[in-house]
């Protein structure tokens, strides 16, 4: 006996293949999928939101037909592109051998295989792999193992992260705890006990005043003051996405992380690189780190080691903080995920990296990227568009009511309302948020770019104009 729907205007049995059909689908998820992060006023709208079906390259596709460029890869995470069927036919023949095996002490084949193909790929001794399903369970992991580690090395007191303000790190309470671009102190504090929040390296609306490199040294210094600050004996880890993509698509002089690295070395403290948006070719490297010379103790990885074809996530940490559980060698790391290193998720990823060589698709997309970039810094010609910023392929426009004094538009703001409406329009997925946020697939061709850049370059004349109160020209 199956539950009818709590409300159907088809009036229908819910569960005749009929009742999915592209007519009856849209109704169906407003009445039972929470989608995450809409409103339900958006929910509610007509055209609020879209049920997608399938996709091919760098566009996605409605279940009205309807194709759109997938500007920003999902939420920057199907690097590899859509319609990968060899990816889907790894998946099933894992499946179809072996689907789940006890991840509480035993591993796998494919599981062995990717773990090894990523400590091939990753910078330094970051060579052993702590599996999970998604991007917060990774960042959740790293400030767990961080703790751990510190307190198993003789310093139970360390127990404080220190995170960059404008940051996001997901939303489970450990990883929400540490971002601070959505914090909701009201709904949801206290959050986890210890953590504290400096500056971001940000040049164009630096929190100190200057400009050009002085910004990134100043920022990096403001990590070191917090250190100190907080007692240098109380902190077990810094964490940080190498090029930040929440806080607004901002590249760093390769100084700001060789002096994070120098400061957590003479502190003792742990340096947690997020790469989660960062790696598998985003930004022009396999990895982020490898832009600035350094590597992290630990490194959170998810979103485009599968490119989206299924959740698997990692925190990979470095053999000389592994050390400790050779030295301790009774003591197990304290964290267990069911699903952590599922064998068809892992089958997915190794099918994927296997891509990434075969299409030499890291060097692909960093081309392709660069081309993006020039397009975009065209749009500067604009007055909303106070400045293109980013490196490989993600980037990001820095929207402003005033290029003179680079004041944000406010959260009501029309005209970027019109502009997200336009762009969807014009078959264009991507966020506008302060930053208008490009990162397609990194498989994109050159006139996917330059149509993308053109349908956005009219889409800000008509809403410049539309919305002309809203901007100082
Ligand atoms: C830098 C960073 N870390 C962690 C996360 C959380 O990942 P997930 O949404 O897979 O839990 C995100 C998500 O966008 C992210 O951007």
């Known amino acids: 006996m199956v539950k009818a729907a709590v409300r159907s205007s088809s009036e229908q049995d819910t569960t005749t293949a009929e009742n999915f ?21 958006e929910l509610a709208e007509k055209d609020g939101f879209r049920v997608f079906d399938r996709g091919e390259g760098s566009t996605i596709y409605d279940i009205q037909g309807r194709g759109y460029f997938d500007a ?43 773990a090894s193909m990523i400590a091939e790929r990753t910078p330094g001794d970051l060579n052993r792999v702590f599996f999970c399903s998604g991007g917060s369970e990774a960042v959740e992991s790293a400030i767990k193992i961080a703790k751990q580690v510190q307190t198993m090395r003789g310093f139970p007191r360390r127990y404080k992260i220190i995170g960059r303000r404008g940051s996001y790190h997901g939303m489970t309470y450990g990883a929400m705890s540490i971002t601070q671009s959505v914090r909701d102190e009201a709904s949801f504090g206290p959050y986890m006990y210890g953590v504290y929040h400096v500056p971001h390296p940000d040049r164009y ?54 002096m994070l690295r120098e400061t957590c070395d003479k502190y003792g403290v742990l340096l947690i690189c997020d790469e989660v948006i960062n790696g598998f070719g985003r930004t022009g490297k396999m990895f982020a780190q490898e832009l600035f010379g350094i590597q992290g103790d630990i490194m959170t990885i998810a979103k485009a080691l599968s490119s989206g074809y299924a959740p698997i996530a990692a925190a990979v940490v470095s053999d000389k903080v592994y050390e400790i559980f050779k030295e301790k060698d009774q003591v197990p790391m304290g964290h267990l995920l069911t699903f952590g290193g599922h064998p068809v998720a892992c089958a997915a990823a190794v099918r994927n990296l296997e891509i990434f060589d075969e299409e030499n698709l890291v060097e692909r997309g960093n081309e392709m990227g660069t081309y993006l970039g020039q397009q975009l810094q065209t749009l500067t010609k ?27 538009f406010g959260k009501d703001s029309q005209f970027k309302k019109k502009l997200a409406q336009l762009l969807m329009e014009r078959n264009i997925v991507t966020r506008v ?40 020209a």
């Open 382 to 408: 604009h007055p909303s568009v106070g400045e293109v910023r980013g490196i490989g392929m993600v980037w990001g426009l820095d929207m402003v009511a005033n290029k003179a004094t680079r004041e944000k």
């Open 433 to 472: 948020w302060d930053v208008l946020h490009l990162a397609p697939p990194l498989v994109v061709t050159k006139d996917e770019i330059d149509n993308v850049v053109g349908a956005i370059d009219e889409s800000l004349t008509i809403a410049e104009n539309e919305y002309a109160s809203e901007i100082v």
């Open 21 to 41: 059909a592209p007519v009856y689908l849209e109704e169906r998820a407003r009445d039972h999928v929470w989608i995450h992060s809409l409103p339900w006023a």
């Open 72 to 114: 920003i890869s999902g939420l920057w995470v199907v690097n590899a592109g859509h319609g990968r069927a060899d990816i889907a036919a790894r998946m099933g023949e894992q499946a179809a051998r072996l689907a789940y095996a006890s991840a509480m002490s035993f591993t796998t084949v494919p599981q062995v295989q990717l």
């Open 205 to 258: 609306r630096s929190d100190f005043g200057v400009e050009g490199e002085q910004a990134d040294i100043m920022a990096a210094k403001a990590v070191e003051q917090e250190i100190i600050y907080q007692g240098p004996e109380t902190v077990a880890a810094v964490i940080g996405e190498p090029i930040s993509t929440a806080a607004g698509v901002h590249v760093p002089s390769p100084i700001y992380w060789q």
